[in-house]
């Protein structure tokens, strides 16, 4: 027996869920539509592979606890997974990939896993808990400084090229008119700039990028006023309206590693400006805080948190400020479950929270990061206090004694 599954039928059960992942290869009829054959493709592609191998871990746990067998599992989740691929045959504007198929089905097998192993880290003992505690609070601080490195800017030494109310097509257009545009000190019109190396230069070091313009009509969605993209057509930094907000982006190490990244937003900026009104924008960074200014309307002290880990695998400009500032609590949450899970009266789990409080003031000092606040402080707060509520509830049905019949 493997997993529950006998091991003459492992075999057919693998062949039968590698034929349902080659079946998505098959042209829609009267599309002659493939779909991509690469595993991690895109610009987003690792965010999108871990993205999909998260999605499925929950139906690998879940077949896991009915006692569902590993071969089994990996074919339902191989045919949920092909059949989602194959409805985007016929979806305009979807791509489907042979890489989802496999990244999803290693959710399934992430799933399985964990619980097949429940009761190693469920119910330890409690010095091995106390350890656990202070791994997981190690854990957690290296997602904090990992954060704030992958916000870090990346601009690569290649030729740049300067674009004014540039019509992208996978942004809305938007349709006003650049008076003038500078990064520190130098001019960024609207063509090739031939000082690409000073311009990286001066956005390396933090210099103020000023742009006047004159407002178009509001647009539904983020469209660019003044960019930077490379040769490569690359983007570099991106300045724009998104309905009423103003929206700063640059390109971050999170980017150039093909996963997702957060942008900065100014809200409620573009609110009252009316077609042809004259608009000067401004946008000062100091160690990855910025001040941006559009107008009379001007707010310092914006960026990402310890809490912005989230948005590297899924982000979008649509997304309300109260989503993501929910999203930022419940990231924070997640990753202190487990160290309130596991944490016991010793001296490992009480290091464990020293680290995680000094980690919270010293990565955004070293980082691009802003300093924690009271959000960051709530969430870690209630992650740690829901995961040793768990952790007691946990112990206390493992010590139950059985019912007798």
Not at 81 to 90: D, F, I, K, M, N
Not at 143 to 150: D, R, Y
């Amino acid at each position: 027996m493997i997993g529950g599954v006998q091991t003459r039928r492992s075999p057919v059960l693998i062949a039968a869920a590698a034929g349902i992942v080659l079946a998505t290869l098959t042209p829609a009829p009267g599309t002659g539509q493939l779909p991509s054959a690469c595993i991690v493709c895109g610009e987003r592609a690792i965010a999108d592979a871990l993205v999909n191998v998260l999605l499925f871990t929950p139906l690998g746990i879940g077949l896991g606890l009915i006692g569902m067998g590993l071969g089994r599992s990996l074919l339902l989740g191989a045919l949920l997974s092909g059949l989602v691929e194959a409805t985007q045959l016929v979806i305009p504007g979807r791509d489907p990939s042979i890489g989802d198929v496999l990244f999803n089905s290693g959710g399934v097998v992430l799933g399985m896993t964990l619980t097949k192993t429940a009761r190693l880290w469920l119910y330890p003992t409690g010095r091995r808990a106390a350890r656990l505690s202070l791994v997981g609070a190690a854990f957690a601080c290296a997602a904090f400084g990992l954060t704030g490195l992958l916000l870090s800017p990346s601009f690569p030494r290649t030729v740049y090229w300067g674009q004014w109310t540039a019509n992208l097509g996978h942004l809305e257009w938007y349709r006003g008119r650049v008076l003038r545009a500078n990064v520190g000190p130098v001019p960024a019109p609207s063509h090739r700039l031939r000082n690409s190396k000073e311009v990286r230069r001066l956005l390396m070091n933090g210099s103020p990028i000023a742009v006047d313009a004159l407002a178009g009509p509001r647009i539904p969605a983020l469209g660019p006023l003044f960019s930077i993209f490379d040769q490569n057509h690359r983007e570099i930094i991106l300045v724009g309206p998104d309905r009423d907000d103003l929206v700063f982006r640059y390109r971050t190490t999170a980017v150039a590693l093909r996963l997702d990244q957060p942008s900065v937003r100014l809200h409620a900026a573009m609110r009252g400006i009316s077609t042809g009104d004259t608009i000067t924008v401004r946008i000062e960074n100091e160690a990855g805080v910025y001040c941006m200014a559009l107008n009379a309307v001007r707010r310092c002290g914006l960026g990402s948190g310890i809490g912005r880990g989230w948005a590297m695998l899924l982000y979008s400009e649509r997304f309300p400020a109260r989503l993501v500032l929910l999203l930022d609590f419940a990231w924070l949450g997640a990753l202190m479950l487990p160290v309130g899970l596991w944490a016991r009266v010793r001296w490992e789990t009480a290091a464990g929270l020293l680290l995680v409080l000094a980690s919270g003031v010293m990565v955004p000092w070293l980082t691009v990061l802003v300093s924690s606040g009271r959000l960051e402080l709530l969430g870690t707060g209630a992650g740690f206090f829901a995961g040793v509520l768990l952790g007691v509830r946990v112990r206390r049905s493992h010590q139950r004694p059985p019912a007798l019949s």
